[in-house]
């Protein structure tokens, strides 16, 4: 999209000017985003009548307000309102007209709110003058005959906005040539999940405007949602024959590598959008996430401070420093990391978890049991925490007890094995092996490669492990 000129948008505005008068008195074809094209010389047609047009209405006003004195009492009030209520509305109007704004619109209905009441003002002033005091109630059914126009106008125009898809599509009904309202009835169908819809509004726009690469990137999005790497793949590269600079599809395309288990060529896509991005904090968090999963664990901290430089507040990239630290051993810099994050996002579950894991680790069984309780204050339902809480339990000693949450545990989510060769062992030193035998098992029928529940069932006495071969 080409960006206007000063020189075209004060042009522009000439034309806009006027058309703010028609809508104000014949309000059709109303939409929330226009299609104005720019006027690009002053000896444009429409620039040129604008033009006259306005000086017409000033001169008159000046010429109306200088003759006050000088006409009789009766068209005073013409000669003071209506140059009044003009001026009202130009000078209100031209400091608004004065601003460029960066995506090209150069129309917007919001600007004559407040210009409308001087317009109004001289409107209605006129009106009376031309039917003249003996014609009053006349003047009055007109003005009522209009305002009830205006108000069944208004009715039907208001239930354009009932839902985004309906405004927008009576926005492309008015303007069918301006590429916006496509790109939002496709943003519309897309929160619908209305994908077949969004992508041929998001290709409407594509044609109305070749050089829209997010267009591309979105139908790139969209095809991802429907399973369909390869044509998302190439969306992603046709934004980027546009604009080879766009960070976005950059990051898009890296991510697309990365599902499919190309490290490398995902690494260069967020390299790539680190180079273009200003703001590139995304593009370090995939590069740190691949370091990390390749055990590069230094490189990893690295980019995931590079992110936390680049945007404030983001708590997922000091959870994931945190998890580095961790890794590496450094347990205090890893809760800092982690507290940081829940600060940023209150009730940060999975930050509270691993610093209560933490301070289990090192035999901190209070603050431990106090970070799973915060997790149950904010997720009442999370099994993690009851599992966390048995951990403390058992650490401290307390098998009983422990039992008890590893069944809540399990009551939640019964299928994560490791609950179970957990409440196994619990059972293993409580010396009730049938018991303890039965949880390996079902840890293993869970999980088969589960080793430990598969070692502990082997530490089991003979007649409560003769059934190991099921197992296996």
């Known amino acids: 999209m080409k960006v206007h000129t000063w020189k075209e948008h004060a042009l522009t505005q000439l034309r806009v000017t006027c058309s703010y008068m028609r809508m104000l008195v014949l309000p059709y074809k109303l939409a929330p985003i226009y299609f104005y094209t720019a006027s690009r010389t002053f000896w444009e047609p429409a620039v040129l009548a604008s033009l006259s047009f306005l000086i017409f209405i000033v001169l008159l006003s000046i010429f109306l307000f200088f003759t006050y004195n000088q006409t009789e009492t009766s068209i005073r009030a013409v000669s003071l309102l209506v140059p009044f209520g003009m001026f009202w509305f130009l000078l209100n109007i031209l400091p608004q007209s004065a601003v460029r704004p960066a995506d090209n619109y150069e129309i917007f209905d919001y600007r004559t709110y407040l210009p409308s009441i001087g317009f109004i003002f001289a409107c209605v002033t006129m009106v009376f003058y031309l039917f003249g005091e003996k014609r009053q109630k006349y003047v009055a059914v007109l003005l009522t005959f209009i305002l009830i126009v205006f108000a069944i106008l208004t009715y039907k125009r208001n239930s354009y906005w009932k839902t985004e898809e309906r405004l927008w599509q009576e926005n492309i009904r008015n303007y069918p040539l301006n590429p916006i309202p496509h790109i939002n009835l496709a943003n519309a169908y897309l929160s619908m999940e209305k994908y077949g819809q ?190 966390g809480i048995a951990n403390v339990y058992a650490d401290a000693g307390q098998p009983d007890s422990a039992v008890n949450e590893y069944l809540k545990a399990i009551e939640l989510k019964p299928d994560v094995s490791e609950f179970h060769n957990n409440l196994g062992t619990v059972y293993q030193t409580k010396g009730l092996f049938k018991q303890a035998s039965d949880e390996y098992r079902r840890a293993l029928a869970i999980e088969p490669k589960n080793i430990n529940a598969r070692e502990n069932l082997q530490s089991l006495p003979e007649n409560f492990r003769n059934n190991d071969a099921e197992t296996k």
Do not use: C
Request: hydrophobic residues 40%; without cysteine; glycine residues 8%.
């Open 198 to 387: 969004a992508i041929k509004e998001f290709r409407a726009s594509i044609e109305l405007d070749p050089f829209y690469v997010k267009g591309y990137n979105n139908i790139g999005y969209i095809y991802i949602k429907l399973g369909d790497k390869d044509k998302a793949e190439e969306e992603f590269r046709k934004a980027l024959r546009v604009q080879p600079s766009y960070a976005e599809a950059h990051h898009n395309l890296g991510n697309l590598f990365l599902d499919k288990g190309l490290e490398d060529k995902a690494m260069l896509e967020y390299s790539l959008e680190a180079s273009f991005d200003l703001y590139p904090a995304d593009a370090y968090m995939g590069m740190a996430g691949i370091y990390f999963k390749k055990g590069l664990l230094n490189e990893a901290l690295k980019s995931y401070k590079k992110a936390i430089a680049n945007r404030h507040g983001f708590p997922e990239a000091h959870f994931s420093l945190g998890t580095v630290y961790d890794r590496l051993g450094n347990a205090d810099e890893a809760i800092k990391e982690f507290q940081i994050a829940i600060k940023q996002r209150p009730g940060y579950v999975s930050a509270l978890m691993n610093i209560g894991n933490i301070y289990l680790r090192q035999g901190f069984y209070g603050d431990a049991m106090r970070q799973f309780q915060e997790v149950l204050a904010f997720k009442p339902d999370s099994a993690e925490a009851h599992a």
